[in-house]
């Protein structure tokens, strides 16, 4: 199966300007992540969506962070005005809909979307 | 609160020599438990994971790991390291909140020496 795709790899912006990474996951994955793994981190969790509804977004800096999932599939993130602390790698993952007996699910991992901001 | 743990941050080893990284969890009930290891520019991928039944699990790449429940640990050995496995790994564990929450580590890079 096709994995998660992510796009872009690297983006270089200025500091206060505007960036969105786009991803799609794994047919048939209801579940999508967001994370943010700055340099030496491990990944925090920005925000979940189940289908194109957010199951929580509680980290997620709203006053400049945005994320939408249309038709429940695609999913951007976007920044709006980039900080010079956004600089980071965005990580999207999926799951599939269904744990079976365990309940919880694997993620699946894209490559990334590195972001440096000057 | 709930909280992932790994005390090295960077490990240096010799290829051929065993391997262990420690993660401690911090959680009321029995988490589900994870290893993913990430190469320079890639995603993470999972090595194995802990759901239930045998304590010892095997992963993919020959790594295992035990989980202690009275140690609260999940530690990822692998008995002889090649140059090829140097990485950043993670532990990682999912909690019920409503929905499964994933908590990461912050990770330990392993060098391999030749």
């Known amino acids: 199966e096709a994995g998660v795709a992510q796009s872009p790899r690297y983006k270089i912006i200025e500091k206060r300007q505007s960036v969105a990474f786009w991803c799609n996951p794994i047919?048939?994955?209801?579940?999508l992540y967001w994370y943010q793994q700055i340099l030496g981190q491990g990944p925090k969790l920005l925000i979940q969506?189940?289908?194109?509804?957010?199951?929580?977004d509680s980290q997620l800096p709203k006053d400049r962070f945005s994320a939408e999932r249309l038709k429940g599939v695609d999913s951007t993130l976007k920044i709006q005005p980039a900080k010079l602390e956004d600089s980071a790698v965005y990580l999207c993952?999926?799951?599939?809909?269904?744990?079976?007996?365990?309940?919880?699910?694997?993620?699946?991992f894209g490559a990334g979307s590195r972001l440096t901001v000057l | 609160a709930q909280s992932v743990t790994q005390p090295d941050i960077h490990i240096t080893v010799s290829e051929g020599a065993s391997l262990e990284l420690r993660c401690n969890y911090s959680y009321g009930a029995t988490p589900y438990l994870f290893w993913y290891v990430q190469s320079p520019g890639q995603g993470l991928q999972l090595l194995l994971k802990?759901?239930?039944?045998?304590?010892l699990v095997q992963g993919i790449k020959g790594f295992e790991a035990e989980f202690k429940r009275s140690q609260s640990s999940f530690n990822l050995r692998k008995p002889s390291v090649h140059w090829s496995d140097a990485a950043e790994y993670f532990c990682?564990?999912?909690?019920?909140?409503?929905?499964?929450?994933?908590?990461f580590g912050t990770g330990t890079r392993l060098k391999v020496l030749a």
């Open positions: 047919s048939g994955h209801a579940t």
């Open positions: 993952a999926s799951s599939s809909p269904t744990g079976g007996t365990s309940g919880a699910n694997v993620l699946t």
């Open positions: 990682a564990v999912a909690i019920t909140s409503g929905t499964y929450k994933y908590i």
């Open positions: 969506f189940q289908n194109n509804g957010v199951v929580d």
């Open positions: 802990y759901f239930s039944g045998d304590t």
